[in-house]
């Protein structure tokens, strides 16, 4: 069976780097595509699903925003299950100082040169591995300006309140981003920050060894 992995804002399909998938399972990766102009998250998840193949059951995994789309991809094309990951599965589940910052339109003057600056500074002083800070140094790098504005503004205007059926919601307890009070998860990883996807990938393939016997 095929599984989807779609990742988070300023990751690429290398965020998965130590996630296993059991005996049967193969591992494809969405990546992203040009937004177009005042394109909502709803519609670039519509276009986004046009590159999976479903004439075959297969099942979702979304990573923080990755997570959003899958929601939105799991409304048309019927995923065996949908997995999230750092992530939530409508937007009410976004913090308060999201709306805030929706109401105020930060993010159109937001500087996303200052924003990626402070993001690399903040990678530098993670218990991540070297090489894990290296690698999300590079994928905040190489991440385009246009897409990030783009991306911060869809997840701001965001509407959804459709949870995907069946669910599966991985999510720390320390989430700086998207907070675990918030997120409503299914399973808790205990201390698991934004991109314990890398931190705590054993606890989480643990996770997913379970939760894919189960599809079956």
């Not at 929601?71 to 937007?91: F, W």
């Not at 720390?172 to 675990?180: A, H, N, Q, V, Y």
Request: glycine share 6%.
């Amino acid at each position: 069976m095929n599984v989807y992995f779609i990742a988070g804002l300023g990751a690429d399909s290398r965020v998965f780097k130590y996630i296993k998938l059991p005996a049967g399972y193969e591992m494809k990766h969405l990546h992203w595509i040009k937004p177009k102009l005042k394109e909502s998250l709803a519609h670039y998840a519509i276009r986004l699903s046009e590159y999976i193949e479903d004439k075959q059951p297969f099942v979702l995994i979304g990573l923080s925003m990755g997570g959003m789309i899958a929601s939105e991809i799991a409304k048309t094309k019927k995923p065996t299950a949908t997995i999230l990951i750092s992530s939530i599965a409508t937007s009410k589940q976004l913090p308060t100082t999201f709306r805030v910052a929706q109401r105020l339109h930060l993010h159109k003057i937001l500087p996303i040169g200052l924003l990626k600056n402070i993001s690399v500074f903040k990678r530098m002083f993670t218990s991540d591995s070297k090489e894990d800070q290296r690698l999300l140094i590079d994928m905040i790098k190489r991440c385009d300006a246009q897409f990030i504005r783009w991306a911060i503004g869809a997840i701001l205007g965001w509407r959804n309140e459709v949870v995907p059926a069946p669910l599966c919601h991985i999510h720390g307890t320390k989430d700086e981003i998207l907070p675990f009070k918030y997120a409503k998860p299914t399973h808790a990883i205990s201390n698991g920050n934004h991109v314990m996807i890398l931190s705590k990938a054993t606890e989480i393939n643990e996770m997913l060894l379970r939760m894919f016997t189960s599809v079956k």
